[in-house]
């Protein structure tokens, strides 16, 4: 029997034709799964997964997006961050050469992960993020205003 090994490139393909967010969320960490599942409602669904440094995330639900803090060994881990899309002014993505940033722009600060690993990847999920943040912001405007923007 032979078996198929996935090749990076087919693995960074498949990743950006199907970014699983449940996957995601499984490789981020027991401490950090554990911190979002206390703060998710029973019916929120997981939309993205930003995976950062030091067990960091960005978590993007169907309603919200929640920053997990740090993870220290040996301390009781923290609540995440959370904001309604609403409140979210902007998603940036800060590429460095050696690592980056994704940073959560809100009316009340800034909430700034680091962040490495395949930039294509990393582009497509802020995207998705960009997405669920415009969704919001455009459905929380009537009709009869978007049609005077224009």
């Known amino acids: 029997m032979e078996v ?6 087919e693995c960074v393909a498949s990743a950006l034709r199907d970014p699983d967010p449940s996957s995601e969320l499984a490789r981020v960490g027991a401490p950090a799964r554990r911190v979002v599942e206390a703060e ?5 669904i997981v939309r993205v997964v930003l995976r950062g440094t030091a067990g960091r995330a960005i978590v993007g639900t169907d309603r919200r997006v929640l920053v997990l803090p740090p993870f220290v060994p ?8 959370s904001w309604p899309y609403l409140d979210v002014l902007g998603v940036e993505l800060n590429e460095r050469v050696v690592g980056g940033s994704v940073v959560i722009n809100t009316a009340d600060g800034r909430a700034a992960v680091g962040i490495a690993g395949d930039w294509d990847v990393i582009r497509a999920r802020v ?9 919001a912001h455009s459905d929380a405007v009537p009709a009869e205003l978007r049609l005077i923007a224009l």
């Open 4 to 9: 198929h090994r996935e090749s990076l490139a």
């Open 40 to 44: 998710l409602c029973a019916d929120e």
């Open 74 to 81: 040996g301390a009781s881990p923290a609540a995440a961050a």
């Open 127 to 135: 995207a998705t993020l960009r997405g669920l943040v415009a969704g």
